[in-house]
């Protein structure tokens, strides 16, 4: 126990998890021990999150939209990123992940492969949702073999990635003065 003394609550929780695998290594595979003592290596009961998960307010919300400008293709970019991450609640990674042949205008749907838990899923999309990534990939995709949806703006058009997607989110935000990250999006969607 005082080995983890001055760790953070969620370097604890990890090391635990290490020791654990350890022990079962050590009692499955090697059979060095003659009882499991993974399930005795336990920490202090986390009733609820230190920190709860930020969002935007309402009238936040109003500001971050009402500051999106459709002209230029970096413009269209990241108002698609937005409609996305907000109306559907999507984490960077899976707006990275996109590719074209997961949105279906004609069902208003969208189609992730790839999320966090492994299960692929489609969802419906909003029509704000559809105009915007309408737009975006009429005035501001840049034409590429590549099938991701975000491309980057300056040749050779490349998949943007899960930072730039989180960039461009975070700097829409700063633009009309809101000091957020892109998870703020999917907390206020929660």
Request: aromatic share 12%.
């Amino acid at each position: 126990k005082d080995f983890l003394n001055g760790f953070s609550t969620a370097s604890c929780r990890v090391y635990r998890s290490y020791l654990r695998g350890f022990l079962r290594y050590l009692f499955d595979e090697r059979r060095l021990l003659s009882k499991d003592l993974a399930p005795l290596v336990t920490g202090p009961p986390l009733f609820a999150r230190s920190k709860p998960p930020k969002f935007l307010r309402k009238d936040e919300v109003r500001k971050l939209f009402a500051g999106l400008k459709y002209t230029t293709a970096s413009e269209l970019r990241t108002a698609a990123v937005i409609h996305l991450a907000y109306m559907l609640g999507l984490r960077p990674s899976e707006i990275c992940w996109l590719r074209l042949d997961d949105v279906s205008f004609g069902k208003a749907e969208i189609y992730l492969r790839h999320r966090k838990n492994n299960h692929p899923e489609k969802l419906p999309l909003p029509d704000a949702a559809i105009k915007t990534v309408a737009a975006y990939l009429v005035g501001g995709r840049a034409k590429s073999n590549h099938r991701a949806l975000f491309l980057t703006l300056r040749p050779p058009f490349r998949p943007l990635s899960v930072n730039g997607i989180s960039h461009c989110i975070r700097n829409a935000m700063r633009s009309v003065g809101l000091k957020a990250s892109a998870y703020w999006l999917r907390h206020t969607y929660a």
